[in-house]
Every structure is written in structure tokens, then in C-alpha cells.
């Protein structure tokens, strides 16, 4: 059994940051290459970032380049997402998703190649 946890939301004013952690449990952690993605009221879930098994390769969604930075400590079977210069259409439900893949250094960015999700923690942004 492989349990996502995710972490760190909540309410920020725009232009502020937060650190979303997703913690991994039930199977080696370093297995799995992981990817953040968030779900918009009336909207579709949208993929935001992902990084590889070893931490060496990430890539991410236009509308978070450079504001966004995904990574991982697999020595605490975590995820982070840190997100700066927050906008008020960041606000979301924003889900953790950990691919099982025998590849080191692939990213994942597609939602249907992840195996596990977590349940999800809100980021609002609002003055």
C-alpha cells in the first residue's frame, strides 16, 4: 500500500509563497519519479511540475516557470513544490502523483501515467 500525504496549504495574499511537502510511504521512494499537479474550481486538473527518480531533471507548466520549483529528498520519502510570486489563479487543490517507472531520468507529465495520488491540500490566493 503506497500512501501520498500532501501538506503546506492555505491562505496567501498575492506575490507570497508557500511550500507544499508530499510525504511517500509503503514502497521505496526513490522508485517513483513524482509530479505536482492542481485542480482549478470548474476547471480540468492541470499538470504543474514533475522531477525524476534521482532529482537531476524537472520540467514544468508554462504558467509556473519561474515562479515554481519542484523537489525531492529521498532520504525523507518526500516531494516539495515551493511556490513564489503567487497569483490568485494558482488557486487550487493541488495534488501530489508518484509514477512507479524503471527509468532514472524520465520526468512524468502525463496524469494517467501516475499510479499514486494523494488526497490533495488548497492553495488560496487572495488579498
Known amino acids: 500500500q503506497v500512501v501520498l500525504v500532501e501538506s503546506g496549504g492555505g491562505l496567501v495574499q498575492p506575490g507570497g509563497s508557500l511550500r507544499l511537502s508530499c510525504a511517500v510511504s509503503?514502497?521505496?521512494?526513490?522508485?517513483?519519479?513524482m509530479g505536482w499537479f492542481r485542480q482549478a474550481p470548474g476547471k480540468e486538473r492541470e499538470f504543474v511540475a514533475a522531477?525524476?527518480?534521482?532529482?537531476?531533471?524537472?520540467h514544468y507548466a508554462d504558467s509556473v516557470k519561474g515562479r515554481f520549483t519542484i523537489s525531492r529528498d529521498n532520504a525523507q520519502n518526500t516531494a516539495y513544490l515551493q511556490l513564489n510570486s503567487l497569483k490568485s489563479e494558482d488557486t487550487a487543490i493541488y495534488y501530489c502523483?508518484?509514477?512507479?517507472?524503471?527509468?532514472?531520468?524520465?520526468?512524468?507529465?502525463?496524469?494517467?501515467?501516475?499510479?499514486?495520488w494523494g488526497q490533495g491540500t488548497q492553495v488560496t490566493v487572495s488579498s
Open positions: 509503503g514502497r521505496s521512494f526513490s522508485t517513483y519519479a
Open positions: 502523483a508518484a509514477d512507479f517507472t524503471p527509468e532514472f531520468f524520465a520526468v512524468t507529465t502525463g496524469g494517467n501515467e501516475y499510479d499514486y
Open positions: 522531477i525524476n527518480r534521482v532529482g537531476t531533471k524537472t
